[in-house]
């Protein structure tokens, strides 16, 4: 359905279409910035329930499908598939619109030249929740337009048309997508109709085999790294090693001649190597001599110095009561710290760059298509609707794929040498020069009153930013990274006085999203110590939870599920006192997720023996795909929260590959249970919630087993610590 001309019908639905594609981004930071001083003294509102828009304005169903020959109907999706299962997902809302079997659906990733555009990208875990509706109105609109146009063919009043299995139906009439496609020139856009409610729902909710799943098993699927373009020679970039350092004097004279280089291209910044090969590329790189100007000895004990509460700008987020003046007398005071993190996805950031005359011509693996070609660009004298940008499947994502990229030393890599160029960043690269996730300090008060339950808290809280490298516009306006750094920060519970401020502390280098975002470490503080408070209370954990529970919205879905995970894990029944049990929960942008956890130690290891993970997501498109999610999740959240650090010495972070960057591996893979709550609520995302509990629920678990508070992840090294500290068995 590629017609050569098209027209829209009068009643094209656009208006509720815009009303929610969240295409307002940088309009909503200038009024955040002429309305600042308001926006900072309410914070915590903002910062908890701000939600994000899918980006896109055009809902045309002949942008987004084409009814093919074979039957089968092509859908470009505006979201990238990054592993996350967002293909199938929305395979399955149109199919549920289009009267079709859900493996009719080939689904593809939209370029900038053909297909919706998303000036959000894809991240956050919105994809599917900010799509929801549309792309079930899309797919409606499509399928009312064909039965336009079949009743233009046949002369019957489209009333009396229906659909079902990809066929139109009226009396003897009797044809299938495919056919009134080859036989219409020129489509009328139907008005969108009503969508079918969830009680006539056939594929919505049932079980469904990612669509995606066949190909990558099979190697068929292309990655951004399987990019292979005729004439392609490889391309290789010599950074500087440091933090912020800068390029003082280079000696390329040995890299020219070595084997298979074509160019050497300096830049202010770098310098880049294209070659007939990526080992003759990479080879070459190490021939340069290259000096770099910058500020030796920074050190981990520097980036902890430096994000530390009370230094830094601090914004008050929260601020409901007194707790300030209501925290005296009999008082619990902790403190807990968070490392940097990389995100050590498995496919390093590729561009594959051809630039002819002024276009260029961009296979890459990215989160933000709209953002790479904005930067491109701001950096390069091409034009916006000159750069013709495809993304193919991303190795991982975790946040790392939405802003830093090398596509524009690609493209001038590809001038330098009139052909196209495959750039590829070397895992020491990505981890060196790419961004990692800012370490955390937090500072938890609290005093029970006469019936144990949490009369105030505070927590203040010290981290980098995490959005200001793709807004660095938001930084005077918010004076904090509250809305990303910061989330997750609040204290989500029924307590009368309680005060959360963020210090935005200053680092040397580049901190950016990491999936989760500020959830990961303002959960792992909040919710442990909302164990250590149940521990001064004398109260269970979970029902120490509960009772800070109110009776409405999001608070009344936290209780309800953390009954029902309590009711279905076994909190309550004996175990053996080998066993440690921990629990946390959290909530992410109207997600809710609840985690119990199992540990033992193992000659002083922490080994997890089971998780079982509750998720109220809100409707549910397809349980199979939540219950991937969850399982991923839950797996990078024990590689985070047990083992991962990364570790700085002479201004360069010591780890360079997998070899000295600790991650989860099979051997750490616990029995991990899923319990999806039946839910009426709009959907929310799936991808991140997860994560956040699983770091205070193993180090709660770990308490209960052995009296030991871990205040500081990665935990397996707390533990060590505490070992060499106290030099005895648990």
Known sequence: MNPPNKTS??????????????????????????????????????????????GITDFDPTV??????????????????????????????????????????????????????????TGMSNSTASLYVNIREVAATLRETIKLAASTLWKVPVTALQTADGFVYAGTYKASYADIAKQTKTWQVAQTPPLRPASSFRIIGKEQKRVDLDDKILGKADYGIDTDIPGMAYGAVLYSPYFGGELKTADTSLAEKAPGVLKIVPDKRWIGVVATTRFAAEKALTQIRADWSFEPDYATKDAIEAITVGKGDAVVMQDDGNAVDELTGDILTSEYRTPIGFHASMEPGIVVADVSGDNVNIVTSTQNVTFMRQTIADQTDLNEDDIQITPAFLGGGFGRRGYKHNAVEAIKLSRAAGKPVHLLYTRQQEFQNGYVRPNTHHILSGRL?????????????????????????????????????????????????????????????ETGLWRGVGMFANTFATESFMDELAGKAGADPLTFRTEHCGDTGLLRRRKSLLLNLGKKAGWYTPKADTIGRGIAVSEDRNTISAVIVEVQLVDQKIKILRVIQAIDAGTIINPNGVRQQVEGATMMAISAALYEEAAIEN????????????????????????????????????????LSPVAPAIANAVYNLTGVRLRSLPLQSALDTHYRKDKRDL
């Open 651 to 690: 201004s360069q972070f010591v780890q360079t590959n997998f070899h000295n960057y600790q991650v989860v591996t099979l051997r750490d893979t616990p029995l991990i249970e899923v319990i999806i709550q039946e839910s009426t609520e709009a959907p929310s995302g799936v991808g991140e919630s997860p």
């Open 64 to 121: 987004w499908f084409a009814v093919n020959a074979d039957h089968t109907i092509t859908m470009r999706s505006p979201k990238v598939e990054m592993g996350q299962g967002v293909f199938t997902g929305f395979a399955m809302l149109a199919a549920e619109e289009l009267d079709v079997a859900v493996d009719t659906i080939k689904v593809m990733h939209a370029s900038t030249s053909a297909g919706p555009q998303s000036t959000a990208g």
């Open 9 to 54: 019908g009068k009643g094209f639905s656009r208006r509720k279409f815009l009303a929610r594609s969240g295409a307002a981004i940088a309009g909503s930071m200038a009024l955040l910035y002429f309305g600042r001083s308001k926006i900072r003294s309410g914070l915590s509102k903002l910062a908890a329930e701000t939600t994000f828009g899918s």
């Open 449 to 509: 009153d006469k019936t144990g339950k949490i009369a105030a808290i505070q927590h203040e809280f010290a981290t980098g930013s995490m959005a200001f490298l793709a807004l660095p516009m938001a930084k005077p306006i918010l004076g904090a990274d509250f809305m990303v750094a910061g989330h997750g920060a609040r204290i989500p519970y029924s307590i009368p006085h309680i005060k959360t401020t963020i210090w935005n502390g200053e680092l040397p280098f």
